[in-house]
């Protein structure tokens, strides 16, 4: 994979991630909301930091 791939592929990891959190939050589930919002801000900055 080049490294523009790598990047988008982590963008859009992060991106399913805050999808994750937002859901997580709409079910009352805070502890699942903070790892996958961790997980998301990890994913993005390693798609800004690869890119």
Same mark, same amino acid.
């Given at each position: =994979?080049?490294?523009?791939t790598? !990047?988008? !592929?982590? #963008?859009?990891?992060? &991106?399913? *991630?805050?999808?994750?959190v937002i859901? =997580?939050?709409?079910? %009352? *589930?805070?502890?699942?909301?903070?790892?996958? %919002?961790?997980? +998301? #801000?990890? +994913?993005?900055? %390693? !798609?800004? &930091?690869?890119?």
């Amino acid at each position: =994979m080049t490294d523009n791939t790598i !990047a988008i !592929a982590l #963008a859009c990891v992060g &991106l399913f *991630l805050v999808g994750g959190v937002i859901s =997580m939050i709409k079910q %009352g *589930l805070k502890i699942g909301a903070v790892i996958c %919002g961790i997980g +998301a #801000a990890l +994913a993005i900055t %390693g !798609a800004v &930091l690869w890119w």
